[in-house]
């Protein structure tokens, strides 16, 4: 059965960075039939989209947080990590890891991790 | 960016009651649209991907319908561990977005 697990402090500071780690378990990162991708949540709010990155290392963001985002792939660790630069209170969330089938037509994510509060604050 | 509008935001509903919650889209999303429930201090939970397809493990009493942009998920028979909140998201084109969640509670 598929895990991912999301680790990372879980308290910074404003204007540093945020880093996160999802550990994937009980399955590949290397395979062309997946994406994986970075999913937040707000405390009481909805679902925002960070961006998502192929086991080569093929990445895409979204657009309001392009300027401030870094997603990488470690195949070696079967990891994937978040980078979230210059963070504001804004930036508290919840951070979901996600993996996204992938082919011509048909994406979606299936696999979630627990997710991890990170909450911004001097 | 696509913005998904859900409907409901909020509903009420008994045990064994069905019920349909509605996205749309604001363009032609084909059918692009996935359905996750998610419980309180939960992650999403996927129900349904490509519109209208069950995901394996996922009860039948949920289905999901439509194209384009106008969409809705239906709950047959509705159960004590359906209540929940229901969020729709478009994956046609980046940035993934999806609809601000519908809370469905027990009346």
């Known amino acids: 059965q598929l895990q991912l697990q999301e680790s990372g402090p879980g308290f910074v500071k404003p204007s540093e960075t945020l880093s996160l780690t999802c550990t994937v378990s009980?399955?590949?990162?290397?395979?062309?039939?997946?994406?994986w991708g970075w999913i937040r949540q707000p405390p009481g709010e909805g679902l925002e989209w960070i961006g998502s990155i192929s086991y080569t290392g093929s990445n895409y963001y979204n657009p309001s947080l392009r300027t401030r985002v870094t997603i990488s792939v470690d195949t070696s660790k079967n990891q994937l990590s978040l980078r979230l630069s210059s963070v504001t209170a804004a930036d508290t969330a919840v951070y979901y890891c996600?993996?996204?089938?992938?082919?011509?037509?048909?994406?979606?994510?299936?696999?979630w991790g627990q997710g991890t509060l990170v909450t911004v604050s001097s | 960016d696509i913005q998904m509008t859900q409907s409901p935001s909020s509903l009420s509903a008994s045990v064994g009651d069905r019920v349909a919650i509605s996205c749309r889209a604001s363009?032609?999303?084909?059918?692009?649209l996935s359905w996750f429930q998610q419980k309180p201090g939960k992650a999403p939970k996927l129900l349904i991907y490509?519109?209208?397809n069950l995901r394996s493990g996922v009860p039948p009493r949920f289905s999901g319908s439509g194209s384009g942009t106008h969409f809705t998920l239906t709950i047959s028979g509705l159960q004590p561990e359906d209540f929940a909140t229901y969020y729709c998201q478009q994956t046609y084109s980046t940035p993934y977005t999806f609809g601000q969640g519908t809370n469905l509670d027990i009346k």
């Open positions: 363009q032609t999303i084909s059918d692009s």
């Open positions: 009980g399955g590949s990162i290397n395979d062309n039939n997946y994406y």
């Open positions: 490509a519109a209208s």
């Open positions: 996600a993996r996204r089938f992938n082919s011509n037509w048909l994406r979606y994510f299936d696999y």
